[in-house]
């Protein structure tokens, strides 16, 4: 339990950074993956049912969560992709490489043997999932860094590895794209079939994330400031409820309903219409679900579903797994002749 909320699943290990992507950007809050762990890839399948809550925790223990909603569609890498972004490399002035050749976007000769060598695109990346991907050649001497800087820095923030294909995600300390040379640090290199592309939903490895359960808004929850979106993180699964999984829900006239609210002798029956002594009841002293009655005042009661009573009904204990016969919140005043009354049936962790 975290805070009273189940804990449904939970990572043996750390995903190696890079295999859980995520764009944090609101209004396209996703996550996709690329190589994660089969449990990890169990777990989201299993949350898109029940909108729980997936949460990543950094190497630093910064976190970020929200809601599952869908699975995305399509191919990482192929599919959802936005158009080209890199247009013109711009060769700093004040640190400029010695020889910069461009053509079109192809840097085809980029010399530096002193001082500093900079030269970069700007862009908003700030919470976007981007693709990248080049054709690099080192000619000689020493490779320059490469990734997402900050113009008033001129410091790689987050490298990013040439001659490959790669997916990063912008932080708040970055708003450039580009290639930086040490001073006096000699390089000469070209860098060809430059493709830079944001990621704007995810594939059909990946799932769309609201803030919350079910929502239309496609926020993440909660987003430290900190959150490393670029590396190794740990994660758990939680019910998107303090009362766990939903299962099922709906309204029952009352006429269907036999309640017994006696401490000791706690019961519930609401009718062969929902069934409980089918799919919903436990052996003795190992409850599978939770019942939660709603009256036309709001007003709820609570228990934990026991063994079978009768055809359709069951026992109701006040926790999990437990002996004691009683409903474990039973509000003052709950109306048992409420028409219609609402019903909630949740898994019980």
Do not use: H
């Given at each position: 339990m975290k805070n009273g909320i189940p804990i449904i699943a939970a990572?043996?290990?750390a995903e190696t950074a890079g295999t859980v992507l995520f764009s944090t950007v609101n209004g396209t809050a996703f996550l996709d993956t690329n190589g994660?762990?089969?449990?990890?890839?169990?777990?989201?399948?299993a949350a898109i049912a029940h909108n729980d809550v997936i949460e990543f925790t950094d190497a630093t223990g910064n976190k970020i969560w929200g809601y599952a909603k869908a699975a995305?569609?399509?191919?990482?890498?192929?599919?959802?992709?936005?158009?080209?972004?890199?247009?013109?490399?711009?060769?700093?002035?004040?640190?400029?490489?010695?020889?910069?050749t461009v053509v079109g976007t192809d840097i085809t000769s980029a010399i530096n043997t002193t001082s500093f060598g900079v030269a970069y695109q700007a862009f908003a990346l700030s919470g976007?999932?981007?693709?990248?991907?080049?054709?690099?050649?080192?000619?000689?001497?020493?490779?320059?860094?490469?990734?997402?800087?900050n113009t008033g820095v001129l410091e790689?923030?987050?490298?990013?590895?040439?001659?490959?294909?790669?997916?990063?995600?912008?932080?708040?300390?970055?708003?450039c794209l580009g290639f930086r040379t040490?001073?006096?640090?000699?390089?000469?290199?070209?860098?060809?079939?430059?493709?830079?592309?944001?990621?704007?939903?995810p594939s059909s490895a990946g799932v769309t994330i609201t803030n919350t359960p079910g929502g239309t808004t496609y926020n993440w929850g909660v987003k430290d400031a900190n959150f490393n979106p670029n590396g190794a993180v740990t994660w758990r699964v939680l019910a998107s409820t303090k009362y766990g999984q939903l299962a099922t829900s709906g309204t029952v006239a009352t006429g269907s309903v036999s309640l017994t609210l006696t401490d000791g002798s706690a019961a519930a029956d609401l009718g062969a219409g929902v069934n409980l002594g089918v799919a919903y009841v436990g052996a003795t002293g190992a409850t599978k679900y939770i019942l939660v009655l709603e009256d036309d005042a709001g007003k709820i009661i609570k228990g934990h579903i026991g063994e079978?009573?009768?055809?359709?009904?069951?026992?109701?204990?006040?926790?999990?797994?437990?002996?004691?016969?009683?409903?474990?919140t039973n509000t003052a005043g709950f109306n048992v002749a409420a028409d219609p009354m609402k019903y909630r049936i949740y898994r019980d962790f």
């Open positions: 990572s043996a290990s994660c762990s089969a449990a990890l890839t169990a777990a989201l399948t995305g569609t399509g191919t990482l890498g192929t599919d959802n992709l936005g158009a080209e972004l890199i247009t013109a490399w711009f060769n700093v002035p004040a640190y400029p490489y010695e020889t910069f976007k999932l981007f693709k990248f991907s080049n054709t690099y050649t080192l000619n000689s001497g020493t490779a320059p860094g490469f990734g997402f800087m790689v923030t987050s490298a990013i590895p040439l001659n490959t294909t790669s997916y990063i995600t912008g932080d708040s300390r970055v708003n040490g001073s006096g640090v000699a390089t000469n290199f070209s860098a060809t079939s430059n493709a830079f592309k944001q990621i704007t939903a079978l009573v009768g055809g359709s009904g069951c026992k109701i204990y006040s926790a999990r797994n437990g002996s004691t016969q009683n409903y474990e």
